[in-house]
Nanobody, 125 residues
Framework: QLQLVESGGGVVQPGGSLRLSCAAS????????IAWFRQAPGKEREGVAC????????NYADSVKGRFTISRDNAKNTVYLQMNSLKPEDTAVYYC??????????????????WGQGTQVTVSS
């Protein structure tokens, strides 16, 4: 059974960078669509970035385009979210999620089958 564990969150000043990791166990992430979501207090969960199980096609929310990069390392069974030029409005709990089906294009809506427990990102001076 696929399990996901996020890490890499923390406190960073505005303009700083963090790299989140989503490590999988129990099954491979290869050929699955993987997405990063975030949820700030009092707000709905928001899709941030995703990478498709087919051809590695990526998709980003407008709010993070040009600042965040999603990538995968199949050998390490891990997906990353590199976050640069962080802003206070990026503060949230970040979750990774995986599609149970293979070779599909990813979407930023929360219809994924497996979720991690989340990691807190706080952007504050």
């Amino acid at each position: 059974q696929l399990q996901l564990v996020e890490s890499g969150g923390g406190v960073v000043q505005p303009g700083g960078s963090l790299r989140l990791s989503c490590a999988a166990s129990g099954s491979t992430l290869a050929y699955r669509s993987i997405a990063w979501f975030r949820q700030a207090p009092g707000k709905e969960r928001e899709g941030v970035a995703c990478i498709s199980g087919r051809a590695g096609v990526t998709n980003y929310a407008d709010s993070v385009k040009g600042r965040f990069t999603i990538s995968r390392d199949n050998a390490k069974n891990t997906v990353y979210l590199q976050m640069n030029s962080l802003k206070p409005e990026d503060t949230a709990v970040y979750y990774c999620a995986a599609d149970r089906l293979l070779l599909r294009l990813c979407v930023l809506s929360p219809g994924y089958d497996t979720w991690g427990q989340g990691t807190q990102v706080t952007v504050s001076s």
